[in-house]
């Protein structure tokens, strides 16, 4: 293995996932490795919303880790993902987010590709006057764009640079019953926020996977009661360990002494806060079970979230071992009323870069990497709910899911 990749003489701490040593969140080292093993390794990465590319010559262009991509409806329907990399020079052949084309132009020497990544024409492939052009043997079919392996679910498009993965329903698992539950009807995107903060992509993966932080470093979950440890919850692992989601009925609340010991140490509990207007606290229980937060995790870079009546799918995108992209969509359904897409746009003021529930996420995992700089031979404590990857049963008090996390992390990072 090259000295490029290899984490130098790194070795993960005995106690296996209930440790997480932060020499894996600074270490170029590491951070090139993923690349490799995780991004281009044998994964499915959410890259788009078919929503997104709703006819022929709809496109999107996005990242796989640092591999810029595009997803790509052709003439016949199908979807396709693409690498976005001039197969002449490595330029890229799409330089817009979002749009309509036959098309895609390489500016740098004029190679032109199909919405299947076929190369259609090369200029001066033949010369001029019997001098330069490309070798007699030349083909264009030889010559396309790099396209991945592609699916979709529930309206969810994935990708993989591995062409030899069990389908999307087996990779997801019991997870994919979240998915479901949410997005269960053809969905209409209502707005995107992006926003770059300095840490590793792995602090924030970490951050909607821990269920425990949800009622303590969110102020508004828990003064509102959107959110509370005594409230009806569970928490969901597939089998595998790479995938979860949470949830929590508001309105159950269950007293209990260790629950109002706890409570009342908690700055997240201030009965002095007050809405002026109480309206974004309206929630429809739409699907009918009442729950209505349920965050979800895949690995290694997707989250789905229903808070109250706002729905969003939120993509990492690592821009470095410190930074990271995290691109937000809203949605919507196709089918909603005027008055529910009032509601859902009016609670995006809940969620996102910064809403009045999730701007402390960014905010916390800036703070760890501030915290742990300089700190690589030490490691994080997870042990809420036990050692290992089983215990802990279906609490939200626990950090099972970091547990599983790290596990599969580590295993594909062969460290």
């Given at each position: 293995?090259?000295?490029?990749?290899?984490?130098?003489?790194?070795?993960?701490?005995?106690?296996?996932?209930?440790?997480?040593?932060?020499?894996?969140?600074?270490?170029?080292?590491?951070?090139?490795?993923?690349?490799?093993?995780?991004?281009?390794?044998?994964?499915?990465?959410?890259?788009?919303?078919?929503?997104?590319?709703?006819?022929?010559?709809?496109?999107?262009?996005?990242?796989?880790?640092?591999?810029?991509?595009?997803?790509?409806?052709?003439?016949?329907?199908?979807?396709?993902?693409?690498?976005?990399?001039?197969?002449?020079?490595?330029?890229?052949?799409?330089?817009?987010?979002?749009?309509?084309?036959?098309?895609?132009?390489?500016?740098?020497?004029?190679?032109?590709?199909?919405?299947?990544?076929?190369?259609?024409?090369?200029?001066?492939?033949?010369?001029?006057?019997?001098?330069?052009?490309?070798?007699?043997?030349?083909?264009?079919?030889?010559?396309?764009?790099?396209?991945?392996?592609?699916?979709?679910?529930?309206?969810?498009?994935?990708?993989?640079?591995?062409?030899?993965?069990?389908?999307?329903?087996?990779?997801?698992?019991?997870?994919?019953?979240?998915?479901?539950?949410?997005?269960?009807?053809?969905?209409?995107?209502?707005?995107?926020?992006?926003?770059?903060?300095?840490?590793?992509?792995?602090?924030?993966?970490?951050?909607?996977?821990?269920?425990?932080?949800?009622?303590?470093?969110?102020?508004?979950?828990?003064?509102?009661?959107?959110?509370?440890?005594?409230?009806?919850?569970?928490?969901?692992?597939?089998?595998?360990?790479?995938?979860?989601?949470?949830?929590?009925?508001?309105?159950?609340?269950?007293?209990?002494?260790?629950?109002?010991?706890?409570?009342?140490?908690?700055?997240?509990?201030?009965?002095?806060?007050?809405?002026?207007?109480?309206?974004?606290?309206?929630?429809?229980?739409?699907?009918?079970?009442?729950?209505?937060?349920?965050?979800?995790?895949?690995?290694?870079?997707?989250?789905?979230?229903?808070?109250?009546?706002?729905?969003?799918?939120?993509?990492?995108?690592?821009?470095?071992?410190?930074?990271?992209?995290?691109?937000?969509?809203?949605?919507?359904?196709?089918?909603?009323?005027?008055?529910?897409?009032?509601?859902?746009l009016f609670q995006t003021n809940l969620a996102g870069s910064a809403g009045l529930v999730s701007m402390e996420d960014t905010a916390v995992c800036q703070m760890v990497r501030r915290g742990t700089a300089g700190s690589a031979d030490e490691t994080s404590f997870i042990e809420m709910g036990g050692k290992d990857?089983?215990?802990?049963?279906?609490?939200?008090?626990?950090?099972?899911?970091?547990?599983?996390?790290?596990?599969?992390?580590?295993?594909?990072?062969?460290?």
């Open positions: 293995m090259s000295s490029v990749l290899a984490p130098r003489d790194y070795r993960w701490p005995a106690e296996g996932p209930n440790r997480a040593p932060y020499w894996v969140f600074e270490d170029p080292s590491i951070y090139a490795r993923e690349q490799q093993q995780v991004f281009r390794g044998r994964n499915w990465h959410f890259v788009g919303l078919e929503a997104e590319v709703p006819e022929p010559g709809s496109f999107k262009c996005t990242q796989i880790g640092d591999t810029p991509v595009i997803v790509a409806r052709d003439e016949g329907g199908a979807i396709n993902v693409l690498v976005n990399r001039c197969a002449h020079r490595g330029n890229l052949v799409c330089m817009d987010t979002h749009g309509k084309t036959s098309e895609f132009y390489c500016v740098y020497h004029a190679w032109i590709y199909n919405l299947k990544g076929d190369l259609t024409a090369a200029a001066f492939r033949r010369g001029i006057r019997g001098e330069g052009g490309l070798p007699a043997d030349f083909r264009l079919e030889d010559h396309g764009l790099q396209r991945l392996a592609c699916t979709s679910f529930c309206g969810l498009v994935f990708a993989s640079f591995a062409h030899d993965l069990p389908p999307i329903e087996e990779w997801l698992g019991e997870v994919g019953d979240g998915i479901r539950r949410v997005l269960k009807r053809p969905l209409k995107i209502l707005g995107y926020d992006t926003q770059r903060f300095s840490a590793n992509w792995k602090n924030y993966h970490e951050n909607p996977r821990d269920s425990l932080h949800a009622n303590i470093l969110h102020t508004f979950y828990a003064t509102f009661g959107l959110s509370r440890q005594g409230q009806d919850s569970a928490l969901v692992i597939d089998r595998s360990g790479l995938h979860q989601y949470f949830y929590t009925k508001v309105g159950t609340d269950k007293p209990s002494s260790e629950y109002k010991e706890t409570a009342s140490t908690l700055r997240s509990n201030n009965e002095n806060f007050k809405l002026e207007d109480p309206s974004i606290l309206k929630w429809v229980d739409e699907f009918g079970d009442g729950i209505n937060i349920q965050i979800l995790s895949l690995y290694p870079t997707f989250v789905l979230h229903q808070i109250s009546n706002s729905i969003a799918v939120r993509q990492l995108v690592p821009t470095g071992p410190g930074s990271t992209d995290l691109n937000w969509i809203y949605l919507g359904f196709a089918d909603d009323t005027p008055e529910m897409t009032d509601l859902r990857l089983t215990s802990g049963g279906s609490t939200k008090l626990s950090e099972k899911g970091l547990r599983n996390f790290w596990h599969a992390y580590r295993t594909q990072m062969g460290l």
